[in-house]
Structure formats: structure tokens, C-alpha cells
């Protein structure tokens, strides 16, 4: 099934090739020798030898023919496509209308239809025994999935695609790769990042750093995390109760991915090595790192519930020149710098004044880690029902014309190290950010410890936990220890029934 399938033309010319050399060695004396015997002697030599080799061109060249059609002739032929139809759950802006009819022009009689991407749909409908065959997901959701044996071993597809090489899969791959539920990082491989980003990098507005008198920091080297603290509490800028421009803007739902990222620098985890055990509470590091994000909120440095975003989230908030630093991976660079061909990105007096900077250090004694915390991507559920239709598309959406489009649009660093020449750099800015993402790759390759225990997604159980009682504490309701103590007591129940469903 998984064979690469020889076309009739390819066949032919792969066994004329090898019939030809063995015809020759096999023929060659025999003919000659009749030749010789029969031909009448002349005077000139060469002439004789002009016509041996006439004959034995043609007497192989027979030969050759005959073993070449018996080849053909008893050669399996290659099985018709059968008509099938493929679902993905992918967003609109991921994979377009025009894209689904390109596709189902070129790749008939296979057909592609989309639906809007919902763990709790697809869990319903996998429960159904009719889930979509290529599910969109981020890289926290893999070794659940794995525990519970939803996604299809894609490793034999790989093996044989002339598309999607193994050697050509850029590093952020290394999260859907997994000998068990809880050995990430290397083994079968299970699906695919669609693209993907740096995500701990930081965008800087420098009109907002020279209003305030300050120097922005360089792009060539990382600053740690106490030096963004600093500026974002110098940056914020008020007006009595008011907030005009936030210091810093982060991803609440990506407040556990962050922890983690600092801790595995340092050598520590919020998790045991079995991930059966929570580590916040009376772990003093993790309990710094979870510090250092409430006391911004705290202070009104960073947007929180009760300083939230006038405009819904942090993206259109920098852009208008509201928050001074952002962080967020490369793919930001689309609304950052705009595209080619739009005229979107940062507003009014603040147009060209982003750059992006290397992520930070959580210590200047620790590892350099610049990994992707999302690596959004899909899997290819293993109960599909014709595996070879749902590779075709998986196949072409992360290797083809799809993915050739993503990688020149500049939303994410494609997944494949071979596009990676299409990243755009067409002025200025393009330039300066990608200069910064090729160096950040060379310390993305780190895979971040996710638990196969508790629930992926954005958030993910520690981020949805944080969320609960996160306003509360900002209010005076509970002290950050009471919190911190309140998470962990879910965190531990969530443990025990992850392990109790899936063990």
C-alpha cells in the first residue's frame, strides 16, 4: 500500500536498461560466432566489423524487446484511485475555498471538504466512530492523543513520500514524533506541523522605547527576563486609573508552555519524569515563574482582567502602538510588517518601527531554548477510512501549493527546511525579522515536555486552572500563595483521572 507505484513509461525504461546489459553478456558470442560463420570473407576488415555489429545491435535489440514485454506483461499494474472523500478540520484563512477546488481538480477522484476546527466536535464525532481524517491541533494535544491511540502511524508514508522527506522536516516536526505517550520527540512519526514559530521571541515597538527615553534592546542577543520585567514596568505609561500603553502583552492561554520552557532551561520541570506528580506548589522555581507573570498583572504592566485589551486581544493592541513589547512568535510578522500585497501592519506613527528580538534568557546561567510552543499542525485520525485519500491530502496541504503559499506569505516558518529560502524579505522589516528567525532556529530544536495526562488545547489544564483563579486573586479574594495551593489540588485531580482513563 505504502509503495511508491511505477508508471508503465518508468517501468519500461528501468527494464530495458537492466534486460540490455544482460542480453548483451548472454548473446553476444553466440551471435558473433554465426556471424562470422556465415558471412562471406572480404578484403577489408572494418567493413566486416561494420556489419557484425549491425546484426548485433539488432539481434539484442530483439532480445531486449522480448524480455521487456514479458516484464510488462506480468508487472502488477497500478491499482485506479478510488473515489473518496477526505474531511480536515482546518480554519478558512488556513486552507481556502480556492485552495479545496484546486485541489479537488488536480487529486480526482479524491475529493477535499473542510470544517471548522472543535476539539469537543471532533471527540463526538471520533466517539461516533466518523471523525474528520485530518484533524488540526497544537503540539500540547499530541501525547494525549497518543495515549488514547486516536492518530494514524504516518512513519510508512514518509518513508516512501517523495514530497515529504524525513530528512527535509524542520525540527518543530520533533513534537509529533513519539515512541509512547511520554517519549516526544523522537520515533514514529504522527503528524505534522502546518508551520510553525520561535514563539518566545519579542516584538519591540521602538518609537514607544525612545518616547520613554529608553534604548531598545538588540536584536543580535538575548536579554533575560528580568530586563524585560524592568522595561515593562518603565514602558507603562498612565493617566490616573487609565492605562495608555502596557509595558508587555502575553498569551494567558499559553501561561503553563511558558513556565515550562524557563524551567527545562534550568534543568527542571513542572512535572515528575512520569509526569504522574504536579510540581508548583513548594517547588520554588516554578513558583518564580509564575510570580514573575501575576506581579505584572498586578501592576497593570501587562493586559489582565481587570486592564483588559480595548481592542479583544494583544495582536491589534501593539500594532496601534498600546503595548510596547509583544510576545509572540515570527507568524506575528504577518499582521506586524503586513504582507506584500496589503497594506496592514503597525498604525499611523508606528508604521516601521516593530523589530523583533531574539527570545529571552529565564537566567543568563541558562539554556538557550527557542522552541515553538503551539506547532500547530494536524494528525491523520487512525480510523480513517481509506488511509491512501487522507495521505493524498496530508501530502499535499503540508508539501504542495498550500504550503508553498503559507511559506512565501510569512505567517509561520514553513515545516519543511527546504522552503525555508521562500520566507519572504521583500523590504526593511521582512529583512531584520528574518534575519533574527534564522538565528533563533538554530536553538528551536528543543522539545517541550507536554503531559499526556491532562487536557491540550488553548489553555491547557494548568492555563485553564490559572484562568479560575486568576481574577480573583487580582481582586483581593484569594493571596497568590492561596492560588498557587488551589492549582496544584486541580492540577493533582486532573492527574489522577488522566491516568485513571487512559492507563
Known amino acids: 500500500m505504502f509503495a511508491k507505484k511505477l508508471s508503465r513509461r518508468d517501468l519500461l525504461k528501468l527494464s530495458a536498461i537492466g534486460a540490455a546489459g544482460t542480453v548483451l553478456a548472454a548473446c553476444q558470442p553466440q551471435v558473433v560466432e554465426k556471424i562470422v560463420k556465415e558471412t562471406v570473407v572480404v578484403e577489408k576488415e572494418k567493413q566486416v566489423q561494420v556489419e557484425v555489429t549491425k546484426v548485433v545491435e539488432k539481434e539484442v535489440q530483439k532480445e531486449v524487446t522480448k524480455v521487456v514485454e514479458k516484464v510488462i506483461t506480468q508487472a502488477p499494474q497500478p491499482k485506479a484511485k478510488a473515489a473518496s472523500e477526505v474531511a480536515m478540520m482546518m480554519w478558512g484563512g488556513e486552507l481556502s475555498d480556492d485552495e479545496i477546488k484546486q485541489y479537488n481538480t488536480d487529486h480526482a477522484p479524491y475529493k477535499?471538504?473542510?470544517?471548522?476546527?472543535?476539539?469537543?466536535?471532533?471527540?463526538?464525532?471520533?466517539?461516533?466512530?466518523?471523525?474528520?481524517?485530518?484533524?488540526?491541533?497544537?503540539?500540547?494535544?499530541?501525547?494525549?492523543?497518543?495515549?488514547?491511540?486516536?492518530?494514524?502511524?504516518?512513519?510508512?508514508?514518509?518513508?516512501?513520500?517523495?514530497v515529504l522527506k524525513?530528512?527535509?522536516?524542520?525540527?518543530?516536526?520533533?513534537?509529533?514524533?513519539?515512541?509512547?505517550?511520554?517519549?516526544?520527540?523522537?520515533?514514529?512519526?504522527?503528524?505534522?506541523?502546518?508551520?510553525?514559530?520561535?514563539?518566545?521571541?519579542i516584538w519591540v515597538n521602538k518609537l514607544v522605547f525612545q518616547k520613554a527615553g529608553l534604548t531598545p534592546p538588540p536584536d543580535d542577543k538575548p536579554i533575560t527576563y528580568d530586563q524585560v520585567f524592568e522595561f515593562a514596568q518603565k514602558l507603562t505609561k498612565k493617566e490616573g486609573d487609565r492605562i495608555l500603553i502596557w509595558g508587555l502583552g502575553v498569551e494567558w492561554g499559553w501561561v503553563e508552555r511558558f513556565w515550562e520552557v524557563w524551567l527545562e532551561a534550568i534543568g527542571k520541570s513542572l512535572f515528575s519524569n512520569d509526569f504522574s506528580k504536579f510540581q508548583?506548589?513548594?517547588?520554588?522555581?516554578?513558583?518564580?515563574?509564575?510570580?514573575?507573570?501575576?506581579?505584572?498583572?498586578?501592576?497593570?504592566?501587562?493586559?489582565?482582567?481587570?486592564?483588559?485589551?480595548?481592542?479583544?486581544?494583544i495582536g491589534p493592541?501593539?500594532?496601534?502602538?498600546?503595548?510596547?513589547?509583544?510576545?509572540?512568535?515570527?507568524?506575528?510578522?504577518?499582521?506586524?510588517?503586513?504582507?506584500?500585497?496589503?497594506?496592514?501592519?503597525?498604525e499611523g506613527e508606528n508604521?516601521?518601527?516593530?523589530?523583533?528580538?531574539?527570545a529571552p534568557l529565564w537566567t543568563d546561567k541558562g539554556k538557550r531554548i527557542s522552541t515553538t510552543i503551539t506547532a500547530t499542525g494536524s494528525i491523520c485520525s487512525r480510523i480513517t477510512k481509506d488511509p491512501d485519500a487522507t495521505w493524498d491530502v496530508f501530502q499535499w496541504y503540508n508539501g504542495q501549493e498550500p504550503a508553498v503559499t503559507r511559506a512565501k506569505g510569512g505567517w509561520g516558518v514553513p515545516g519543511l527546511k527546504s522552503f525555508y529560502p521562500?520566507?519572504?524579505?521583500?523590504?526593511?522589516?521582512?529583512?531584520?525579522?528574518?534575519?533574527?528567525?534564522?538565528?533563533?532556529?538554530k536553538n528551536s530544536e528543543w522539545v517541550v515536555r507536554f503531559n499526556p495526562f491532562l487536557k491540550g488545547g488553548e489553555p491547557a489544564a494548568v492555563g485553564a486552572s490559572w484562568a479560575t483563579y486568576f481574577e480573583r486573586t487580582l481582586k483581593g479574594e484569594f493571596s497568590f500563595e492561596q492560588m498557587i495551593g488551589n492549582i496544584q489540588k486541580?492540577?493533582?485531580?486532573?492527574?489522577?483521572?488522566?491516568?485513571?482513563?487512559?492507563l
Not at 167 to 196: C, E, Q, R
Not at 491 to 496: F, G, M, N, P, Y
Open 351 to 358: 508604521k516601521g518601527q516593530a523589530i523583533m528580538i531574539p
Open 166 to 201: 524525513i530528512d527535509d522536516l524542520a525540527a518543530a516536526n520533533n513534537f509529533y514524533k513519539g515512541n509512547s505517550p511520554l517519549d516526544i520527540g523522537t520515533g514514529k512519526i504522527w503528524g505534522m506541523v502546518k508551520d510553525w514559530s520561535p514563539d518566545c521571541t
Open 317 to 346: 493592541d501593539f500594532l496601534a502602538g498600546q503595548i510596547a513589547m509583544c510576545q509572540y512568535g515570527f507568524w506575528y510578522s504577518g499582521m506586524v510588517t503586513g504582507t506584500a500585497n496589503t497594506e496592514t501592519g503597525m
Open 112 to 162: 477535499l471538504s473542510r470544517l471548522d476546527p472543535d476539539q469537543v466536535r471532533y471527540f463526538a464525532m471520533l466517539a461516533a466512530g466518523n471523525p474528520p481524517d485530518i484533524y488540526r491541533l497544537q503540539a500540547p494535544e499530541v501525547p494525549g492523543l497518543l495515549a488514547r491511540g486516536i492518530p494514524l502511524d504516518l512513519t510508512p508514508y514518509f518513508e516512501t513520500s517523495m
Open 422 to 441: 521562500m520566507i519572504p524579505e521583500y523590504n526593511e522589516e521582512r529583512k531584520q525579522v528574518k534575519r533574527v528567525l534564522m538565528e533563533e532556529i
Open 490 to 502: 486541580e492540577i493533582d485531580v486532573a492527574i489522577k483521572e488522566g491516568m485513571d482513563r487512559i
Open 280 to 313: 508548583l506548589q513548594g517547588n520554588e522555581d516554578a513558583v518564580k515563574c509564575a510570580k514573575w507573570h501575576f506581579d505584572l498583572a498586578k501592576n497593570n504592566n501587562v493586559q489582565n482582567p481587570l486592564s483588559p485589551s480595548p481592542r479583544g486581544w
